[in-house]
């Protein structure tokens, strides 16, 4: 095999492994057991052989770089295949600046379930509102939630499940 086919391989299996196991360590998170099991036995299968090929050649201190440069990128890859895919629900809790209810007509115009919950906060009374949507519509909600009052103090929490309520329709193309 060529050096440049070697390192290439290092490099890409490592990079694919590792994007795999960042992918598998959020299934978990989210309680996809199954679908992290899978990722994970061909996770683990490229690994051992990436790491094969550079034991075999310790000799070679660059197919240690490359193999260190692959898992470096492999991260970079997972994290943005994570965000592509966008899995699983986000609970968003907004406290507005200005008046809450014409956010709250906006969102719910739009589909969305508001709860409103009151509190007290350092100037007077304040409505929390709890808006819980597919992480894949995060930015529209929040460019929504923007339009109207973009001092809105925005907190935004992975939900780990879901059971029951309200949530955005999706529209059928």
Not at 89 to 95: D, G, H, N, S
Not at 131 to 148: C, G, M, Q, T
Request: glycine share 8%.
């Amino acid at each position: 095999m060529t050096l440049l086919l070697q390192l290439s391989l290092i490099f890409f299996a490592r990079v694919l492994d590792v994007s795999m196991g960042t992918l598998r360590m959020l299934l978990i998170v989210k309680g996809r057991r199954l679908h992290a099991a899978a990722i994970g036995f061909f996770e683990v299968i490229i690994y051992i052989v990436a790491l094969g090929w550079v034991v075999n050649s310790l000799d070679e201190p660059l197919n240690l770089f490359i193999y260190a440069l692959g898992f470096a990128a492999g991260n970079y890859v997972g994290i943005f295949l994570e965000e592509k895919l966008a899995l699983g629900y986000v609970c968003v809790q907004v406290i507005p600046s200005i008046k809450s209810q014409p956010i709250i007509n906006l969102l719910r115009e739009e589909g969305y379930g508001v709860t409103v919950i009151e509190a007290i906060g350092k100037n007077g009374p304040k409505n929390i509102l709890n808006v819980y949507s597919a992480r894949k519509n995060l930015n529209k909600l929040l460019f929504l939630i923007s339009e109207l009052d973009n001092a809105a103090f925005t907190a935004i929490m992975d939900a780990k499940k879901t059971v029951g309520g309200y949530y955005k329709q999706q529209k059928a193309k």
